[in-house]
């Protein structure tokens, strides 16, 4: 044996991390691929499905390289915010990170009519949205600790977006939700940040009318590029922030989208 040869022990980015993942639906969900590079890299996840999708979330958590637990959370529910909190602390104990990935809108908030949606429309994007990022802390922040994280999937909106409509608002309260936050829980040395991926085709995005006119011109004006098809980038971010590398970073929107927010016409 050499005595001079050292020995390469190689680590998981998140090795050891107790980390909760909503949002994922099938296996082209951008949570589905945050879960999955997440085990990969050591961590230890449980997922979260609601209503009528947490049959697919089970089917979908099959797919992953290691099945996990799926438990239920329907943010709309006040009774699910305790009960998902005792089965996330039976599971994991603790929670490092946890990735916000939800959002819905009724049809009427979506399209080309934005006078179209009534109150009671826009209140339902608004709780699923934007509040609900409130919920999910409320859910988890007693199994969380200095270091650990919330981290929001987002699409940015500092312009107004064709056929987005009240889902554009919705966002717009989510990052100012994210911000809030961040105030509120820096002093327990817990971090909140927002990626705003670019478009990807996922089950969400078909639910968007016009979704083909983010395609059509995202990857001609995006400096880097942009394939809608390749979530990885926006994963890989995820699971940055989910590490302990970024430990001053809170209260933050990264861009994920090939550079396309920073360019003009």
């Known amino acids: 044996m050499d005595p001079y040869r050292t020995t390469v022990i190689t680590m998981g980015l998140l090795d050891g991390k107790k980390i909760v993942v909503t949002g994922v639906l099938t296996d082209a969900s951008l949570a589905f691929r945050v879960a999955q590079l997440a085990q990969r890299e050591g961590a230890h996840i449980v997922l979260t499905g609601a209503g009528r999708a947490l049959s697919l979330t089970q089917r979908t958590a ?22 998902v ?5 039976a599971s994991l104990g603790r929670v490092d990170a946890v990735l916000h990935a939800i959002g819905f809108a009724p049809e ?22 934007a509040y ?45 939700t994210n911000r809030y936050l961040a105030k509120d829980l820096g002093p327990r040395g817990i971090r909140c940040n927002l990626v705003a991926a670019g478009p990807i085709k996922t089950m969400a995005a078909k639910s968007i009318p016009g979704f083909k006119k983010f ?11 942009w394939d809608v098809t390749d979530s990885t980038p926006v994963a890989k971010t995820v699971l940055a922030l989910m590490s302990d590398w970024f430990p001053a970073t809170t209260g933050e929107i990264i861009h994920v989208d090939g550079g396309y927010h920073a360019m003009g016409a």
């Open 108 to 129: 009427v908030c979506l399209g080309d009519d934005f006078l179209a949606a009534q109150w009671s429309d826009v209140a339902v994007a608004m709780e699923i949205s």
């Open 215 to 225: 395609e059509d011109v995202w990857d001609e004006r995006a400096p880097l590029g």
């Open 132 to 176: 609900s990022l409130k919920t999910m802390a409320d859910a988890f922040l007693p199994l969380m600790s200095p270091g650990s994280t919330i981290i929001g999937l987002d699409f940015d909106n500092t312009v107004a977006w064709p056929a987005y409509n009240w889902m554009g608002v919705a966002k717009a309260a989510f990052e100012a």
């Open 62 to 83: 099959r797919k992953l390289d290691t099945p996990v637990e799926v438990f239920e959370f329907d943010v709309t529910n006040a009774d699910h915010v305790e009960s």
């Open 85 to 89: 909190r005792e089965n996330v602390r």
